[in-house]
């Protein structure tokens, strides 16, 4: 994306079955607010609403339309925890441990209230299993269960045998397994959208197709894009990795390409051998797969693969092998759909949520963990802007480590990495 393009959503499964499409004007002239926002994903729609119920005029400033990045092209998958949870419990005392623990399920609530409050139709459902694949991972998994176990909060989980597993699921492929009910999916971007329609209705106002080009700092900070500005008290940046926006940010998160494949609705039959139970499901590798059932029962099948372009047949050719070992049933089974997204992966894998200045916010880096986690971070962001710090100084106190010339050799540094987590994966 150069900076004053703008595009459409990726033709992906989500796209091609939004409720709608979002038309919200261009920003052009200048304006003034109390808190600007940019970003139109989880991130930055979620701040806005929370601010907006909480009183404060709020301008959202989305390059391309609301959902255009990971948050309308994901997997859908709530999950609990936050990416990087022990880093960002090392150095916190027990009873600061536990809010970390805690924060990691705010997500959930925040999601579900709103798909209630404000009547979001995007799919939502309980139901979620993590799967192992070597001995490792099923002694991780019941370490797991212990500490959800320790809190007085009913996850519903259920460690699972291997039989177990290949009933739940029907395949061969994992040897254990743990279920959390109180995780689940859901369609991200018919999520957002709904979520954006909330804020409009509370009187946020939300420009699409307007880059930001720059962020003029001072007492009163000024957002540009190439035919307007927003004057604001306080500016949130929630551009996760699509934007260079700030020099002191640059090279903080790491922008790795997943991808996703669509099959045509399965029979009843096949659903009821590959996942009667409607469970989201994620595999524990660093290059890990992840899969569930759409609301009109396509497997959506995902998994990261070295490739940074957007071509569906190149997607297809790549996952549907891997889709296979998994599922061999699925052998005569069509893909209709292959697209692909961009994570922002920190260093640590702890999300970025920090200031550049007194008035000046960003969150991003959720490390392919953001579907949850985001909906907590807007409501962190709006925190900081009424003055309250306890969440956010958790975050904010583990400086970004950057990732040397990433805007000049990211590719090449995508494709070392992938690499080297393979052969952690082998091992
Ligand atoms: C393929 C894929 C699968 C994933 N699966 C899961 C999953 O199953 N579960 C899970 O928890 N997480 C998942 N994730 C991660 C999750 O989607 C992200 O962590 C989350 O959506 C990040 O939200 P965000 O709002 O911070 O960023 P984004 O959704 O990327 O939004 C950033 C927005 O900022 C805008 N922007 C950037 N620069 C500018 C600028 N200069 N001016 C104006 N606007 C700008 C962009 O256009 C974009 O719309 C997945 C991600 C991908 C890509």
């Given at each position: 994306m150069t900076i004053n393009s703008h595009q459409d959503h990726t033709a992906s499964y989500y796209a091609a079955t939004a409720n709608k499409q979002t038309v919200y004007e261009q920003l052009n002239g200048h304006k003034k607010t109390d808190v600007c926002v940019i970003g139109a994903g989880f991130t930055g729609i979620s701040t806005a609403l929370h601010l907006a119920e909480r009183g404060y005029k709020v301008h959202v400033l989305e390059a391309?339309?609301?959902?255009?990045?990971?948050s309308g092209r994901n997997g859908g998958q709530m999950i609990g925890g936050i990416s990087g949870e022990s880093r960002l419990s090392r150095d916190l005392s027990k009873i600061n441990e536990k809010l970390v623990f805690e924060m990691g399920w705010q997500g959930h609530k925040i999601i579900r209230d709103r798909v209630k409050k404000y009547n979001i139709k995007c799919d939502l459902k309980n139901g979620y299993i993590d799967v192992a694949i070597k001995p490792k991972h099923v002694r991780d998994l019941e370490n797991y269960s212990k500490v959800l176990d320790?809190?007085?909060?009913?996850?519903g989980q259920e460690l699972l045998n291997r039989d177990e597993v290949r009933e739940t699921l029907?395949?061969?492929?994992?040897?254990g397994g743990l279920k959390i009910n109180y995780n689940g999916h859901l369609h991200p971007l018919n999520l957002c959208i709904g979520e954006a329609d909330a804020a409009s209705d509370l009187g946020v106002v939300i420009n699409e197709k307007s880059p930001v080009t720059k962020i003029i700092h001072g007492a009163k900070p000024v957002v540009e894009t190439s035919k307007g500005s927003v004057e604001a008290d306080f500016v949130v940046l929630a551009g996760n990795a699509y934007h260079f926006l700030e020099p002191k940010l640059r090279g903080a998160v790491l922008p790795v390409k997943s991808f996703i494949i669509g099959s045509e609705p399965l029979s009843t039959e096949l659903v009821n051998r590959i996942n009667p139970q409607d469970l989201a499901v994620c595999d524990p590798n660093y290059i890990l797969e992840y899969f569930r059932l759409s609301a009109d029962k396509r497997l959506l099948f995902g998994r990261r693969f070295p490739y940074f372009g957007d071509n569906p047949d190149i997607i297809k050719k790549a996952l549907i092998p891997k889709m296979l070992q998994v599922y061999?049933?699925?052998?005569n089974t069509e893909f209709e759909f292959g697209w692909g997204g961009t994570i922002g992966v920190t260093v640590n894998r702890v999300p970025q949520l920090g200031?550049?200045?007194?008035?000046v916010f960003y969150s991003q880096?959720?490390?392919?963990?953001?579907?949850?986690v985001t909906h907590l971070a807007g409501q962190i962001m709006a925190d900081i802007v009424g003055g309250t710090a306890e969440r956010f100084d958790v975050f904010s106190k583990i400086k970004p480590v950057i990732f040397p010339g990433q805007h000049l050799f990211r590719n090449q540094l995508v494709s070392l990495g992938m690499l080297y987590y393979r052969l952690i994966d082998a091992l």
């Amino acid at each position: 994306m150069t900076i004053n393009s703008h595009q459409d959503h990726t033709a992906s499964y989500y796209a091609a079955t939004a409720n709608k499409q979002t038309v919200y004007e261009q920003l052009n002239g200048h304006k003034k607010t109390d808190v600007c926002v940019i970003g139109a994903g989880f991130t930055g729609i979620s701040t806005a609403l929370h601010l907006a119920e909480r009183g404060y005029k709020v301008h959202v400033l989305e390059a391309n339309k609301v959902g255009w990045g990971a948050s309308g092209r994901n997997g859908g998958q709530m999950i609990g925890g936050i990416s990087g949870e022990s880093r960002l419990s090392r150095d916190l005392s027990k009873i600061n441990e536990k809010l970390v623990f805690e924060m990691g399920w705010q997500g959930h609530k925040i999601i579900r209230d709103r798909v209630k409050k404000y009547n979001i139709k995007c799919d939502l459902k309980n139901g979620y299993i993590d799967v192992a694949i070597k001995p490792k991972h099923v002694r991780d998994l019941e370490n797991y269960s212990k500490v959800l176990d320790e809190y007085n909060f009913d996850f519903g989980q259920e460690l699972l045998n291997r039989d177990e597993v290949r009933e739940t699921l029907g395949t061969e492929k994992y040897i254990g397994g743990l279920k959390i009910n109180y995780n689940g999916h859901l369609h991200p971007l018919n999520l957002c959208i709904g979520e954006a329609d909330a804020a409009s209705d509370l009187g946020v106002v939300i420009n699409e197709k307007s880059p930001v080009t720059k962020i003029i700092h001072g007492a009163k900070p000024v957002v540009e894009t190439s035919k307007g500005s927003v004057e604001a008290d306080f500016v949130v940046l929630a551009g996760n990795a699509y934007h260079f926006l700030e020099p002191k940010l640059r090279g903080a998160v790491l922008p790795v390409k997943s991808f996703i494949i669509g099959s045509e609705p399965l029979s009843t039959e096949l659903v009821n051998r590959i996942n009667p139970q409607d469970l989201a499901v994620c595999d524990p590798n660093y290059i890990l797969e992840y899969f569930r059932l759409s609301a009109d029962k396509r497997l959506l099948f995902g998994r990261r693969f070295p490739y940074f372009g957007d071509n569906p047949d190149i997607i297809k050719k790549a996952l549907i092998p891997k889709m296979l070992q998994v599922y061999p049933i699925l052998k005569n089974t069509e893909f209709e759909f292959g697209w692909g997204g961009t994570i922002g992966v920190t260093v640590n894998r702890v999300p970025q949520l920090g200031r550049i200045s007194d008035n000046v916010f960003y969150s991003q880096g959720y490390s392919g963990h953001g579907v949850n986690v985001t909906h907590l971070a807007g409501q962190i962001m709006a925190d900081i802007v009424g003055g309250t710090a306890e969440r956010f100084d958790v975050f904010s106190k583990i400086k970004p480590v950057i990732f040397p010339g990433q805007h000049l050799f990211r590719n090449q540094l995508v494709s070392l990495g992938m690499l080297y987590y393979r052969l952690i994966d082998a091992l």
